[in-house]
C-alpha cells in the first residue's frame, strides 16, 4: 500500500504556480514561434507574402538554384528611375539618297516667264548662262515636253521637261525627280552646258536633228 502525504493549502499553493508558470512558458514560446514564422515569410518591402507569391517565390528559389534564372535586379527608388523614356534621335538620311531641289529666287529678266519657264530663266545664271539664252531654252524644251514635268515618251521612255533618256539619271540631282520640275530642269541644264555649251548651241542641234 502506498502511503501519499496530506495535501496541504501550500502543497495546493506550489502546484498552482507551477500550472500557471507552464502555461506562460507554452503561450511564450507558441507566439515567439508565430513571429519567427511571419518574419520569414514576410515581404521585405512591407506587408504580408499571399500563398500565391510564397509559392511563385518558392518556385523563384527552386529554378535558381538549378541555374535557369538569375535574380532580379534590387527595386529602385523612385528618385533613381528615369523621369521619361528617352527620344531615339531621327535616323540619318540613307546613303546615296539626294535631297529634295527647291525653287530658285527669280533673277532680274525673268520677269515675262511664268511657272516652270521662270524657274529654268532664274537657275540660268548659275549654270554660266545668260538670261538670253531663255528664248532658245523656251523652244527646246517646249518641243521637247511642253514644260511639262510629267511628260513621258511611252516609246522611249524619256521623262520630265528636259526629256532625260532614261529619266532615273535625273537622279544624279535629286531623288524627287519624278515630280520636282527643279529638280529636272537642273539635270536639264547641266547636260546642256556639258554637251552643247548653251540652249543656243542646244537649240541650233535640235533643229537640225529633231533630237539633242
Same mark, same amino acid.
Given at each position: ?5 496530506? +495535501? ?12 500557471? @508558470? $507552464? ?23 512591407? *506587408? ?9 517565390? #518558392?518556385?523563384?528559389? $527552386? ?12 527595386? #529602385? ?9 528617352? +527620344? ?16 530658285? #529666287? @527669280? ?20 549654270? *554660266? ?38 529619266? %532615273?539619271?535625273?537622279?544624279? +540631282? ?13 539635270? *536639264? ?14 537649240? %541650233? ?8
Amino acid at each position: 500500500m502506498v502511503h501519499r502525504a496530506p +495535501v496541504t493549502p501550500a502543497l495546493r499553493r506550489r502546484n498552482a504556480i507551477r500550472i500557471t @508558470v $507552464a502555461t506562460l512558458c507554452i503561450g511564450t514560446l507558441a507566439a515567439v514561434t508565430t513571429g519567427i514564422v511571419a518574419l520569414y515569410h514576410a515581404d521585405p518591402r512591407g *506587408g504580408a507574402v499571399t500563398e500565391a507569391a510564397l509559392g511563385d517565390r #518558392t518556385a523563384e528559389r $527552386a529554378a535558381r538554384g538549378a541555374g535557369r534564372i538569375t535574380p532580379s535586379a534590387a527595386p #529602385t527608388s523612385a528618385a533613381a528611375r528615369p523621369s521619361a523614356v528617352p +527620344v531615339r534621335p531621327p535616323a540619318p538620311p540613307s546613303v546615296g539618297s539626294a535631297p529634295r531641289t527647291t525653287s530658285p #529666287t @527669280v533673277v532680274a529678266g525673268c520677269g515675262p516667264y511664268s511657272g516652270n519657264r521662270r524657274t529654268a530663266c532664274s537657275l540660268l545664271p548659275s549654270f *554660266g548662262f545668260s538670261t538670253s539664252q531663255m528664248p532658245a531654252l523656251d523652244k527646246l524644251w517646249e518641243h521637247e515636253s511642253n514644260w511639262n514635268h510629267l511628260a513621258e515618251n511611252p516609246s522611249s521612255g524619256a521623262y520630265g521637261i528636259p526629256q532625260a533618256l532614261p529619266g %532615273s539619271k535625273m537622279a544624279s +540631282v535629286a531623288d524627287d525627280w519624278r515630280t520636282n520640275p527643279v529638280t529636272q530642269i537642273r539635270w *536639264g541644264l547641266g547636260y546642256i552646258e556639258d554637251r552643247y555649251g548653251s540652249p543656243a548651241a542646244a537649240w %541650233s542641234f535640235w533643229q537640225a536633228n529633231n533630237w539633242y
